[in-house]
């Protein structure tokens, strides 16, 4: 207890100090966005919300977003002036700004911008999102298929089929351009105030782990006599009751990652800044391939232990954590894409008949027994079948699973998710069913997850733009964000059997479980991403999910809203239905 109070205490001392003396220069936003220190700080490396709305600060990308008159934002060209779409939907032809500067006041260029894609997307990089610049044609000696004319200023995108969601693309900050010059492969540019240079509308000014990640304006910005603020000071923490101290006392303006258990008081104590904005993600569970869940009497096959992963989600109930843990308007999930997510067909996936339902009787109670909802009895026979001893039975309401093995469980302490796996921890105890679960450090839980070196993790994936894609391109083999370990090696787990030792890279997968995943899903993938008829890109994306909700190796929860606290004071803030908070126009009353 003491410890926290002293941290709660240095915590308040250092942003009152930080901001008073930040405030001489003009208005300084002070924020949480919580999850602690970003894994990487460089653009092409980061693949973490969090991460993301930091580099937003410091750089920018051909296309931005902007508040139209009803305070909605809007796409419009950033560092381009202007493009064109040519009738085939084949080519981008974009004009960038004049008098372009990096925000060390030296000229940027259209080269620079190809160099920066061209890094961003090469094997030497491997950037968790280098894949997503597969939209773009290939040269002849696999470069970019893209031409620069520095003296006119043009950049110019040749696309092997139309890509409809590229200009969003453009948006996003795997596509912010860096100066390839300085920045080196690990990221370790990226943390130092010197060589972080940008085209956005703010200049790092500190970067200190645990501590804070300060940004001043940066006159060089295309449109510097818009933006308002002189400075911001990016808070770092995983500390829950710390962030919301610091906004309570005033020494922050903005958090995100409140826990649930304060909602009632922050609504009646500062009616209207508790705000659940929706926003297109899914929180789920997430089950390494590798892992053997074998009773020891039965050696399960790889699809059967598809079968026991998916019961294992199918135990929690959904309409109890969104009801009765989260409490901030979320939506208990039914498949993997998230409500209002779009695929070019219709604007809501989730609500359109193609699309499969995996958890229909989640808050349903079942007839075998009223103590088990619909969902837990099917799970309950799925695991006896399967062979997994018990005692007791489902029609007596007493079943305990003896010999299910023990689930190593990892998450990072933010927001609800302590609350969480709380509570799926208790559900599955209830049956049997018992695991390890350590905290650990966002950036921590990354390292290990991308490693392969975990057996269970908390996991949420927000859209980064509208589109099915987004979500089908997480699980494909050459993802760095492919944490089951789905057509990848087995990395460095160690705790798996000789049986799953293959499990990822094997022929397990499919509708008759005879396929690689690279056959079973990454096809499927590439075909969605190739196809133009609406229609058909609907069935294959609906098929798609299908292909991964059956390997049970994700297990969605329930769909985002993201619960953030605003001072009245502050305003023109750009926030994005995929979760981004942008502050390049904010301004402070």
Same mark, same amino acid.
């Given at each position: 207890m003491k410890k926290t109070l002293a941290l709660l205490l240095a915590l308040v001392m250092v942003l009152s100090v930080a901001s008073f003396a930040s405030a001489e220069d003009g208005k300084v936003m002070n924020l949480f966005l919580g999850g602690g220190t970003p894994l990487s700080m460089d653009p092409a490396l980061n693949s973490a919300s969090a991460g993301s709305n930091i580099i937003r600060s410091a750089f920018a990308g051909l296309m931005g977003y902007q508040l139209d008159e009803a305070g909605e934002p809007v796409m419009k060209p950033? $560092?381009? @002036?202007s493009y064109t779409l040519s009738e085939d939907g084949l080519t981008y032809s974009f004009v960038l700004?004049? =008098?372009?500067?990096?925000?060390? =006041?030296?000229?940027?260029?259209?080269?620079?911008?190809?160099?920066s894609w061209e890094r961003a997307?090469?094997? @030497?990089? =491997?950037?968790d999102y280098g894949f997503l610049y597969d939209v773009i044609d290939r040269t002849a000696d696999g470069g970019l298929d893209i031409d620069v004319d520095d003296a006119a200023r043009t950049f110019v995108v040749h696309l092997p089929q139309p890509c409809a969601y590229f200009l969003d693309l453009c948006c996003f900050v795997p596509f912010y351009p860096v100066r390839v010059d300085i920045a080196d492969n690990e990221g370790i540019w990226a943390i130092n105030p010197e060589t972080y240079i940008g085209l956005g509308a703010f200049k790092m000014t500190k970067y200190a782990v645990d501590d804070v990640i300060s940004f001043e304006k940066n006159p060089y910005y295309w449109n510097a006599e818009n933006v308002k603020?002189?400075?911001?000071?990016?808070?770092?923490s995983e500390d829950n009751t710390a962030? $919301?101290?610091?906004?309570?006392?005033?020494?922050v303006q903005y958090i995100q990652?409140?826990?649930?258990? @304060?909602?009632?008081? $922050?609504?009646?104590?500062?009616? =209207?800044?508790?705000?659940?904005?929706p926003t297109q993600g899914t929180w789920y569970i997430l089950f390494n391939v590798h892992k053997d869940l074998s009773p020891e009497a039965k050696q399960l096959t790889v699809p059967e232990q598809s079968k026991a992963r998916f019961a294992l989600g199918q135990l929690i109930n959904r309409y109890e954590v969104v009801t009765y843990v989260t409490k901030g308007g979320e939506k208990a999930a039914t498949g993997f894409y998230p409500v209002g997510l779009a695929d070019g067909l219709h604007t809501?996936?989730?609500?359109? @008949?193609?699309?499969?339902?995996?958890?229909?009787?989640?808050?349903?109670f079942s007839d075998v027994n009223p103590d088990y909802t619909v969902d837990q009895v099917e799970a309950l026979q799925t695991l006896i079948d399967l062979g997994y001893p018990c005692t007791g039975s489902i029609e007596g309401g007493d079943i305990c699973f003896t010999d299910f093995p023990s689930i190593e469980f990892a998450f990072n302490n933010s927001g609800n998710n302590a609350l969480i796996i709380q509570y799926v921890q208790e559900t599955w105890n209830q049956f049997g069913i018992s695991g390890v679960v350590n905290q650990e450090a966002w950036a921590t839980l990354q390292s290990k997850l991308k490693a392969g070196d975990a057996e269970a993790a908390r996991m949420g994936w927000i859209a980064d733009f509208n589109d099915v894609v987004n979500f089908l391109e997480i699980f494909i083999s050459a993802s760095g964000n492919n944490y089951p370990r789905l057509g990848r090696s087995i990395g460095d787990y160690t705790r798996n059997s000789e049986v799953t030792a293959d499990a990822g890279l094997g022929a397990y997968w499919g509708p008759d479980g005879d396929k690689t995943w690279a056959e079973a899903y990454d096809a499927l993938v590439d075909a969605v991403k190739a196809a133009t008829d609406p229609v058909e890109r609907a069935k294959l994306a609906a098929e798609a999910e299908k292909v991964l909700m059956a390997t049970g190796g994700v297990n969605p929860l329930y769909y985002y809203t993201t619960a953030q606290m605003l001072k009245p004071a502050v305003?023109?803030?750009?926030?994005?239905?995929?979760?981004?908070?942008?502050?390049?126009?904010?301004?402070?009353?």
């Amino acid at each position: 207890m003491k410890k926290t109070l002293a941290l709660l205490l240095a915590l308040v001392m250092v942003l009152s100090v930080a901001s008073f003396a930040s405030a001489e220069d003009g208005k300084v936003m002070n924020l949480f966005l919580g999850g602690g220190t970003p894994l990487s700080m460089d653009p092409a490396l980061n693949s973490a919300s969090a991460g993301s709305n930091i580099i937003r600060s410091a750089f920018a990308g051909l296309m931005g977003y902007q508040l139209d008159e009803a305070g909605e934002p809007v796409m419009k060209p950033e $560092l381009a @002036e202007s493009y064109t779409l040519s009738e085939d939907g084949l080519t981008y032809s974009f004009v960038l700004r004049e =008098g372009l500067k990096w925000s060390d =006041g030296t000229d940027a260029t259209a080269s620079q911008i190809k160099a920066s894609w061209e890094r961003a997307a090469s094997p @030497e990089l =491997g950037a968790d999102y280098g894949f997503l610049y597969d939209v773009i044609d290939r040269t002849a000696d696999g470069g970019l298929d893209i031409d620069v004319d520095d003296a006119a200023r043009t950049f110019v995108v040749h696309l092997p089929q139309p890509c409809a969601y590229f200009l969003d693309l453009c948006c996003f900050v795997p596509f912010y351009p860096v100066r390839v010059d300085i920045a080196d492969n690990e990221g370790i540019w990226a943390i130092n105030p010197e060589t972080y240079i940008g085209l956005g509308a703010f200049k790092m000014t500190k970067y200190a782990v645990d501590d804070v990640i300060s940004f001043e304006k940066n006159p060089y910005y295309w449109n510097a006599e818009n933006v308002k603020l002189a400075g911001i000071n990016f808070y770092l923490s995983e500390d829950n009751t710390a962030i $919301l101290t610091a906004y309570e006392n005033g020494t922050v303006q903005y958090i995100q990652s409140i826990a649930s258990t @304060e909602y009632d008081r $922050l609504n009646a104590t500062y009616p =209207g800044e508790l705000e659940f904005f929706p926003t297109q993600g899914t929180w789920y569970i997430l089950f390494n391939v590798h892992k053997d869940l074998s009773p020891e009497a039965k050696q399960l096959t790889v699809p059967e232990q598809s079968k026991a992963r998916f019961a294992l989600g199918q135990l929690i109930n959904r309409y109890e954590v969104v009801t009765y843990v989260t409490k901030g308007g979320e939506k208990a999930a039914t498949g993997f894409y998230p409500v209002g997510l779009a695929d070019g067909l219709h604007t809501d996936v989730r609500s359109a @008949e193609e699309y499969g339902v995996w958890y229909t009787g989640t808050n349903e109670f079942s007839d075998v027994n009223p103590d088990y909802t619909v969902d837990q009895v099917e799970a309950l026979q799925t695991l006896i079948d399967l062979g997994y001893p018990c005692t007791g039975s489902i029609e007596g309401g007493d079943i305990c699973f003896t010999d299910f093995p023990s689930i190593e469980f990892a998450f990072n302490n933010s927001g609800n998710n302590a609350l969480i796996i709380q509570y799926v921890q208790e559900t599955w105890n209830q049956f049997g069913i018992s695991g390890v679960v350590n905290q650990e450090a966002w950036a921590t839980l990354q390292s290990k997850l991308k490693a392969g070196d975990a057996e269970a993790a908390r996991m949420g994936w927000i859209a980064d733009f509208n589109d099915v894609v987004n979500f089908l391109e997480i699980f494909i083999s050459a993802s760095g964000n492919n944490y089951p370990r789905l057509g990848r090696s087995i990395g460095d787990y160690t705790r798996n059997s000789e049986v799953t030792a293959d499990a990822g890279l094997g022929a397990y997968w499919g509708p008759d479980g005879d396929k690689t995943w690279a056959e079973a899903y990454d096809a499927l993938v590439d075909a969605v991403k190739a196809a133009t008829d609406p229609v058909e890109r609907a069935k294959l994306a609906a098929e798609a999910e299908k292909v991964l909700m059956a390997t049970g190796g994700v297990n969605p929860l329930y769909y985002y809203t993201t619960a953030q606290m605003l001072k009245p004071a502050v305003h023109d803030v750009i926030r994005l239905a995929t979760g981004d908070v942008i502050w390049t126009y904010a301004d402070i009353d």
